[in-house]
């Protein structure tokens, strides 16, 4: 009898188990719509921001709803689906329509589907999903953005009225957005009890617009200043659990780093394929500067440090999934993802020499964009806190 020899396949890690048939269909089909109609206006968006009808076309073919239920309008897929929208946005290499697009699909509606009333399900989910409307989730202030609990954006009760005074600052979509979940103080006495959330459409009266932000990275999104000056609201605006808005936002902010985790990490892959490609057109010496030792290494260990961080971005995003809260977990994730992202993109630039330096090779984009990901989001150093308080101290 003879032996079989398995030869390995150097490439051959296959589809990790998380996802099925019909994640890797919906991948593909994503895969396909990235590249015919936002590839193209990539480098056009770096300077316009990403039109609103990109949106609106991802609504139409139902990309913004995949984990929302039919009767919302969406597609009711499983977590998964929005993992894979989330990676497949970040391959598209425009890291604005990534950011934009996950906190409208992953940082807005979700807490509207976990805390809505019915009338606000039907009011905001349905439009956002179909893409008519988009939406900015609304925390950071001037003077509180990791300290959440020191903002200072106050609801005030009027009769059966709520009146909000405050500002918000750096927000996504800002300048665009229909409407914006915000954050509030309500009872300043209350500790981490007087917080609420509110649903406040962008056309309200006493809703400033202040200023579109000027920024290092992530050019196709908008990001603004906004104040809120009297804005007066009925009580059905109210998002949750009047006082339980500060457990309702830590919650949201779970699913908000683990998306932003899977997102940065397929976009730093996005500039690894750019680089192995450069790695093996651009001679020096006489040779592809891949075969250099130096160079090859350094590919060897982007390419591990991506595996292990995605590893660990996938059994994170199991659990969730399957209703755990691993808080300590997904916080590592969101930690370990950021810094690998930029660590990879950073060597993306040094292995591209002078040409990664200029914008046409668009890496150099890429590690501008991905600085983000340390500091949105939890910073990492609120993140290491976490980490560390989670284990007594
Ligand atoms: C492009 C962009 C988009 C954003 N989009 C949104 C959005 O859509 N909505 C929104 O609400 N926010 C948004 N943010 C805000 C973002 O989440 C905050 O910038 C972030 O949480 C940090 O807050 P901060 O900027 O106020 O920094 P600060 O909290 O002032 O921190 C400054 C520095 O001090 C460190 N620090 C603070 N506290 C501690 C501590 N206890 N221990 C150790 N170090 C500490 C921080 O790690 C950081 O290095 C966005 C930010 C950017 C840059």
Redesign the pocket.
């Known amino acids: 009898m003879t032996a079989t020899i398995t030869i390995p396949d150097p490439a051959g890690a296959g589809e990790h188990p998380l996802f099925r048939e019909e994640h890797e269909a919906l991948r593909s089909a994503l895969r396909a719509f990235v590249e015919r109609e936002i590839t193209p206006h990539v480098d056009e968006w770096e300077q316009t921001t990403f039109p609103d009808s990109i949106v609106q076309r991802m609504g139409e073919l139902g990309f913004l709803g995949l984990a929302v239920p039919e009767e919302y309008g969406g597609q009711g897929g499983d977590y998964f689906t929005n993992l894979v929208l989330a990676e497949e946005m970040g391959r598209s290499g425009c890291g604005g329509l990534l950011?934009g697009l996950s906190?409208h699909t992953d940082m807005v509606i979700p807490p509207l589907l976990q805390f809505g009333t019915e009338e606000q399900k039907r009011a905001w989910i349905t439009p956002g999903v179909r893409g008519q409307k988009m939406y900015?989730?609304?925390?950071?202030e001037p003077d509180?953005?990791?300290?959440v609990a020191g903002i200072r954006t106050r609801a005030v009760r009027d009769g059966d009225d709520w009146v909000i005074n405050g500002s918000?600052t750096?927000?996504?979509?800002g300048i665009r957005a229909d409407m914006c979940l915000l954050v509030t103080k309500t009872d300043p006495d209350a500790g981490h009890h007087g917080f609420t959330l509110f649903v406040v459409p962008m056309d309200a009266p006493g809703v400033i617009r202040e200023k579109k932000l000027s920024?290092m990275g992530?050019h196709a999104s908008d990001?603004a200043l906004l104040a809120f000056d009297d804005v007066r609201l009925p009580g059905s605006a109210v998002l949750g659990q009047v006082g339980r808005g500060f457990f309702h936002i830590m919650w949201e902010l779970q699913a908000e780093r683990l998306i932003g985790a899977a997102g940065c990490l397929a976009y730093a892959r996005y500039a690894f394929d750019k680089t192995v490609a450069f790695a093996t057109e651009r001679f020096a010496f006489g040779q592809p500067i891949g075969s250099f030792q130096a160079i090859r290494h350094k590919i060897a260990e982007m390419a591990t440090k991506l595996e292990a961080a995605q590893q660990l971005v996938y059994g994170t995003a199991w659990s969730y999934a399957r209703g755990d809260y691993p808080v300590r977990q997904i916080s590592m994730a969101k930690l370990f993802a950021s810094r690998t992202a930029w660590e990879v993109a950073d060597a993306c630039v040094q292995i591209h020499g002078g040409a990664g330096y200029m914008t046409e090779y668009g890496v150099e984009r890429v590690l501008r964009d991905l600085r983000?990901y340390r500091?949105?989001?939890?910073?990492?150093?609120?993140l290491l806190?976490v980490i560390g308080k989670s284990y007594g101290f």
């Open positions: 950011m906190v900015c989730l609304g925390i950071t509180a953005g990791s300290d918000k750096y927000i996504t979509n920024k992530m990001t983000l500091i949105g989001a939890g910073t990492d150093e609120i806190d």
